[in-house]
């Protein structure tokens, strides 16, 4: 609750801050008799909650249009693309404590009804009544084959950088025994 008593009791405030700005009233109870002092409280407190509701739309609003870096893949908080050997959608989203977790494969169900799915899925966890349209425009191009990541290239190139050396070492070693030798005889 968001309804503070100010002055010993003599002023009340009710603040909330809907979408990054900060919405507040006070109430003045100075002069009034107690019957009145009581629906000051009680129109306080409707405010408060009027604007609770609006505050928790907003959060709402946020989270379902919020997107997220390519690192997640698709686009869409919640909802990432796997490869299991082939490609799926992975639902995974914590609400009220509960992980729910989920995978819908393309190659089972299409690519389009994989991601309807993948949505639907991830509204219900959310409670949300169907899947927002952002969303289900937000569709990623699947691949058929998991995308190839730098870590291995680099890791071949710099096995062959330490054969190199190795081989090199080698080399000299060689040509310094050869050399005792010829200097021996």
Partial sequence: MAVYELNGGQLLRVARSIDGKL???????????KTKQKEVRKDAKALDQKWADKQGNA???RVRDASTDK???TGVR??????RPSPAFRVQVQTSGKSHVREFSVKRLTADKAWAEACKFLAACRGYKS????????MPKVPK??????????????????TKKVAKKKAARKKAA?????KKR
């Fill in 71 to 73: 690192k997640h893949s």
């Fill in 145 to 162: 084959k998991a995308p190839q990541s730098a870590a291995p290239a680099k890791k071949k190139a710099a096995k062959k950088v330490a």
């Fill in 23 to 33: 919405e507040q009233q006070y109430f003045s109870l100075i002069g009034l008799n």
């Fill in 59 to 61: 959060k709402a609003k």
């Fill in 178 to 182: 050869r050399k005792k030798t010829t």
């Fill in 131 to 138: 899947a927002p349209k952002a969303w289900r425009d937000r």
């Fill in 78 to 83: 919640g909802i990432n693309l796997v490869f």
